[in-house]
């Protein structure tokens, strides 16, 4: 199982939240943001942040770096690591079942992600075979959307977008895709655009934080 880093906001927590940070990064890329997300006092909610497997990265001149998948082209959508990504899944489908047997309910769990997270996110939440609360992308996109099972469990599950409108490596055309391929499935999803570039800000953080209190009241 993955390493990870686990933050819980109160004892015998209720609810949990996995959260996949993006290329090159690690598990601390957003452990310490929990408190900027603004939860209501006496929220019981477990956090874990992952750490990506190493492997090399294409773009990167084959150098190993963490990473849930493998970048070939620069043009994101042009054959995407969908075995990469099929792989990630499976260890993240394992950090999901973990909280189950620990007495979390599956629909009181949900992912979270940025970047190659954010992709991990919505590829895994859409596929996992029990309830999820939701899904969460951060300045991502949804490469396996056109194979998304449209009759799972979770194929209307509610999903949050948040971008940055100066992103150049991630453009927010990409999550603006997936908003609307979602929206058009009839999943409950929003979509928040910000002035920043690939990253996340407070602002972000706060709306996320009110979306995440929303789906496990």
């Known amino acids: ?6 933050k819980e906001t109160a004892k015998n927590p209720n609810a949990a939240v996995i959260w996949m940070h993006g290329l090159g990064a690690n ?11 603004g939860l ?22 084959g150098y190993e770096m963490p ?15 969908i075995e990469g990504i099929e792989n990630s899944s499976k260890l ?37 075979e029990k ?9 991502a996109f949804f490469p396996t959307s056109k194979t998304m099972p449209l009759d799972a469990v979770n194929s209307k599950i509610p999903v949050f977008f948040g971008h940055g409108t100066l ?7 990409l999550s603006q895709k997936a908003f609307e391929f979602l929206k058009s499935n ?6 928040h655009t910000y002035h920043m570039q690939h990253s996340v800000c407070l602002e972000e953080l706060k709306v996320l934080g009110k979306w995440i209190s929303a789906c496990v009241q």
């Open 1 to 6: 199982m993955l390493d990870c880093i686990v």
């Open 27 to 37: 598990g601390y890329d957003f452990a310490d943001i929990v408190p900027e997300l």
């Open 40 to 61: 209501p006092q006496g929220a019981a909610i477990r956090f874990i942040f992952p750490h990506a497997p190493v492997m090399p990265v294409t773009i990167n001149n």
């Open 67 to 81: 990473a849930w998948f493998d970048i070939i082209h620069m043009d994101l959508e042009q054959e995407p690591d």
């Open 92 to 128: 993240v489908t394992e950090l999901i079942d973990a909280e189950i047997e620990k007495g979390i309910k599956s629909e009181r769990i949900l992912l979270i992600g940025f970047s190659q997270g954010g992709v991990m996110a919505l590829h895994t939440a859409t596929r996992y």
């Open 131 to 139: 309830k999820l609360a939701g899904a969460a992308s951060l300045s």
């Open 167 to 173: 992103d150049s490596v991630l453009p927010a055309v």
């Open 186 to 191: 009839g999943n409950p999803v929003e979509r």
